[in-house]
């Protein structure tokens, strides 16, 4: 048994006692009525609700029998002999569980009000009920109610004649109520196609059911011994409710209903479906919010969602959490797995995959486009990560190797040449052979800063940009509103956008200056560089510029070049840095 | 004087070269930890420290050895240029910073302002 399965045996068991407590409450009360036909329409409403939410989840049908039951045995349990118990029993117990039935038979079979015009006959229906409620509970006079031995407080107004009036209006209202009701149903009936109608016939037979019921209201009474014909038909009525849950269970359960979902669905997918609202649809039709649809790879093992990322098949039997996967094949290939709650009708869920194998089939195909260029882009980002490492590790070995070397040659020349002082010729001679090796160190040192600063390794990105602006021909200004380290390959990119939009400025823009802005705001670094030159810069000639909207956009950021009316040009760059 | 650096060959020259200048150098050291341990053990005046070591940087070295009364100085070397570290080797505490390559007497005593052997 599942877990879910517990919870719905558990809150049966509180429910049943919330039903037999009150009965018990009202006999020890001595209210003169037949307290068996009283619980029996509770007991019905409380066995399909249990059913209902067991069969099909993600249906409020089941949760809103499940309410009824709650308000209307509230009545019961207000003959309590506590403070506000009565007060509430004969407000709220008295009031609400009609609104609440409305509101099934309106929203039968999905638990859903579709039109404006349901939703606001429902509204109308609960807020009368509501007010009328609250009134008599601010209001409530136990002689209004016929108990003169009630132990209560006082409610904080008590007026008997404000009471009667409510519950006087609130019968008024209450036939608008039902015509507003019988409004939306008529309307409903001629909304829907024949098939549908057909579908919907334990509707129709709750509707007529429940309206005989309100008719036989007038004439019914549950005490015996002052009316014994309206006794019975009080006990006709209470029987005739027990019916109305059951007659909406069956409903719900029955096969034409599930064909109806699959008809809805298929109405459904007549439109085009924007990306990923097919499992919506699915999940609709069937019942079951939960539902996952999980694509099969194109010659590949691995599942993917409709957005191409990787969704695992649950394991078989996987603890509490389980779950059914039904599989979608196509000519003996697996097409799509859809995942969803073990109590769904397996029967109803193969259909629905049938009517909808079109729509998954297309869906699988943008999903795997999806999964494939989610690879490249992650391929890509790779090779930009492994490049840079690349770098580092070239920058390094010329650190440790040929600057070293090169510098303890020059160490040597040194000596030699302090040594040698007194031979003009030789002296000359190794004098320029130090310029020389001097130059080379300094190429080099250049050479192995154009691969990777070490700068940047060392102090982070202000830092190495502050020496970029240092060493720059054109006077170029600074501004970073961080100071924090960012992961090295952004570190990497945002360096090089800043060294080669430089570069640029210096080479081709004649500019008379630069300005760098570094910022960091909700995840994303921003880089830009304006320079106050002729402008022109464009990111799809120059090859410099385009390979860093490559490098940019492998790390899923954006690359922009503008030349503003004004003059001058400006490059931004913005990399998503996680925080 | 102690020489701290991973390179022998620079170590060697290194030596030859402030010998020559008139220094006492009294020991070297390959890496970090053991730069750190000989300048505690020797209490050398000058430290002339390579930033780049195999296990700990030169920086650590510094925050673990100099800075202070009684402590020895310390000349940051490196084969990178000054400006390859920012404002690192200001803030360090060491007492200034020479390229490997332009390493002399004359440099060394520039940067170490009349504190000569």
Redesign the interface.
């Known amino acids: 048994m599942t877990r879910r399965r517990w919870w719905l045996l558990a809150l049966g068991i509180v429910l049943l006692g919330w039903i037999l407590g009150g009965e018990w409450v009202s006999i020890h009360a001595h209210v003169p009525e037949n307290h068996f036909i009283d619980a029996l329409p509770g007991l019905s409403f409380l066995l399909a609700g249990i059913v209902a939410l067991d069969q099909r989840p993600g249906n409020r049908i089941g949760w809103l029998m499940i309410a009824y039951v709650v308000v209307s045995y509230l009545g019961n349990w207000g003959n309590l002999q506590v403070p506000v118990a009565p007060a509430i029993g004969s407000s709220i117990g008295q009031q609400l569980g009609g609104a609440i039935l409305a509101h099934i038979a309106l929203s039968y079979p999905t638990g859903r009000l579709r039109t404006r015009f349901e939703r606001a006959v429902i509204g109308i229906i609960y807020g009368v009920s509501s007010l009328t409620s609250l009134v008599i509970l601010l209001a409530f006079d136990p002689r209004a109610a016929g108990c003169t031995r009630c132990a209560w407080e006082p409610a904080p107004f008590p007026s008997r004649t404000t009471v009667m009036t409510a519950n006087l209006v609130a019968q008024r209202l209450d036939f608008i109520l039902v015509l507003l009701f019988l409004a939306a149903v008529w309307l409903r009936w001629r909304r829907v196609t024949p098939a549908e109608r057909r579908a919907l016939a334990p509707l129709w037979v709750a509707v007529g059911v429940v309206c005989l019921v309100d008719l036989l209201g007038a004439f019914a009474s549950p005490f015996p011994v002052r009316q014994p014909f309206a006794y019975l038909v009080w006990e006709l009525q209470s029987v005739l409710y027990v019916s109305v849950p059951l007659i909406f269970l069956w409903g719900l359960l029955s096969a034409r209903l599930a064909r109806s979902a699959v008809g809805d669905l298929m109405i459904e997918l007549d439109k085009p479906l924007p990306p990923g609202q097919l499992r919506a649809c699915l999940a609709r039709a069937l019942g079951d919010p939960s539902l996952v649809v999980a694509y099969a790879r194109d010659g590949l093992d691995g599942w993917v969602d409709a957005d191409g990322q990787p969704r695992p098949l649950p394991e078989p039997g996987s603890g509490q959490q389980a779950r059914t996967v039904t599989m979608v094949e196509r000519d003996g290939q697996p097409l799509a797995a859809l995942i969803h709650d073990p109590a769904l009708d397996q029967r109803l869920v193969c259909a629905a995959a049938a009517a909808a194998g079109m729509m998954i089939a297309n869906e699988r195909l943008q999903a795997e486009v999806r999964a494939q260029l989610e690879e490249v882009r992650a391929s890509r980002q790779r090779i930009v990560e492994a490049g840079d490492a690349e770098r580092r590790r070239v920058e390094r070995n010329i650190?440790?190797g040929a600057?070293?070397?090169?510098?303890?040659l020059?160490?040597?020349l040194?000596?030699l040449r302090?040594r040698v002082a007194g031979d003009p010729a030789i002296a000359a001679c190794l004098d320029q052979a130090a310029a020389e090796?001097?130059q080379a160190?300094a190429e080099l040192?250049e050479l192995?800063?154009g691969i990777h600063?070490?700068?940047l390794t060392?102090?982070g990105l202000p830092?190495?940009v502050?020496?970029l602006a240092?060493?720059s021909a054109l006077p170029v200004r600074v501004h970073a509103d961080f100071n924090e380290r960012l992961p090295g390959p952004i570190e990497a990119i945002a360096y090089f956008v800043v060294a080669e939009a430089l570069a640029n400025v210096t080479k081709y823009a004649g500019a008379s200056g630069a300005v760098v802005d570094l910022s960091r705001r909700n995840g994303t670094l921003r880089v830009e560089v304006t320079d106050d030159g002729i402008g022109g810069a464009d990111a799809a000639r120059g090859s410099g510029l385009r390979g860093l909207e490559d490098r940019v956009s492998a790390v899923r950021g954006s690359f922009r070049v503008e030349n503003p009316p004004g003059g001058g040009a400006r490059v931004r760059a913005e990399i998503p840095c996680d925080g | 004087m102690l020489i701290v650096d991973d390179?022998p060959?620079?170590r060697a020259?290194?030596r030859?070269?402030l010998v020559?200048a008139g220094y006492e150098v009294v020991g070297e050291a390959a890496d970090g930890e053991s730069g750190v341990r000989v300048a505690r053990d020797l209490v050398p005046d000058v430290v002339l420290l390579d930033i780049?070591l195999p296990d700990i940087t030169g920086f650590e070295v510094v925050e673990r050895v100099g800075g202070g009364p009684g402590r020895p100085v310390i000349v940051l070397i490196s084969?990178?240029?000054a400006?390859?570290?920012?404002?690192?080797i200001e803030r360090s505490g060491a007492r200034g910073f020479i390229?490997?390559?332009?390493?002399?007497a004359r440099t060394l005593a520039a940067v170490l302002g009349g504190a000569g052997p």
């Open positions: 650190h440790d600057q070293q070397r090169m510098a303890t020059a160490l040597s040194a000596m302090d090796l001097k160190i040192r192995a800063r600063p070490a700068i060392e102090e830092a190495a502050e020496a240092d060493r | 390179h060959g620079f020259q290194a030859a070269l020559a780049h084969s990178r240029d400006s390859d570290y920012g404002r690192r390229g490997k390559a332009d390493l002399s």
